[in-house]
T-cell receptor, first 114, second 111 residues
Framework: AQSVTQPDIHITVSEGASLELRCNYS??????LFWYVQSPGQGLQLLLK??????LVQGIKGFEAEFKRSQSSFNLRKPSVHWSDAAEYFC????????????FGTGTLLAVQP | DAGVIQSPRHEVTEMGQEVTLRCKPI?????LFWYRQTMMRGLELLIY????????DSGMPEDRFSAKMPNASFSTLKIQPSEPRDSAVYFC?????????FGEGSRLTVL
């Protein structure tokens, strides 16, 4: 069965520090991978997506993610975190007959210290 | 573009009452999804539609839940009768293909 694992439930980083959020997936075929961000009381906003091609993808707000097939991973990175990045981050894999059907991880809550 | 519009944003009701959540997808998007978010279970896909036709409702928890999409611009998720364990945030999302665009959610509290 398809699944997504985000091993870190909660992460705290200092403003200006680098960030890496981990995501591992389980899927038999080539996955379609996504990172979404959710601010409190809001819906989910797409940060970036990977369908094929270059394994390093750039997203909005200075985020990037790298697809590593050998490790079944799609980790999210940002070189310098801003206080406004504090939010919950969800990794998702597209599965099923339509790539639109997404299975989400449990999320990682990011706190940013001044 | 107005985005995905959900109503109501907040709903407080008593156990046993009927609850109807509404969603207007982005115009031109062929797919519509209903998700439920709770602390315990995270984001769960309840049902999704393609061109107004339900494709997969395997995530609908019980017969108390039903969803309809009478036309391309409107969908409802109904819970009848509601129970306290239905308390959650319900998200609607629409998609042309490849990525989902989410509404801001409907927070349901069943007392």
């Amino acid at each position: 069965a398809q699944s997504v694992t985000q091993p870190d439930i909660h992460i705290t980083v200092s403003e200006g520090a680098s960030l890496e959020l981990r995501c591992n997936y389980s899927y038999g075929a080539t996955p379609y991978l996504f990172w979404y961000v959710q601010s409190p009381g809001q819906g989910l906003q797409l940060l970036l997506k990977y369908f094929s091609g270059d394994t390093l993808v750039q997203g909005i707000k200075g985020f990037e993610a790298e697809f590593k097939r050998s490790q079944s991973s799609f980790n999210l990175r940002k070189p310098s975190v801003h206080w406004s990045d504090a939010a919950e981050y969800f990794c998702a894999v597209g599965t099923g007959g339509a790539t639109n059907k997404l299975i989400f991880g449990t999320g990682t809550l990011l706190a940013v210290q001044p | 573009d107005a985005g995905v519009i959900q109503s109501p944003r907040h709903e407080v009701t008593e156990m046993g009452q009927e609850v109807t959540l509404r969603c207007k997808p982005i115009s031109g998007h062929d797919y519509l999804f209903w998700y439920r978010q709770t602390m315990m279970r995270g984001l769960e896909l309840l049902i999704y539609f393609n061109n107004n036709v339900p494709i997969d409702d395997s995530g609908m928890p019980e017969d108390r839940f039903s969803a309809k999409m009478p036309n391309a611009s409107f969908s409802t998720l109904k819970i009848q009768p509601s129970e306290p364990r239905d308390s959650a945030v319900y998200f609607c999302a629409s998609s042309p293909t490849g990525e989902l665009f989410f509404g801001e959610g409907s927070r349901l509290t069943v007392l």
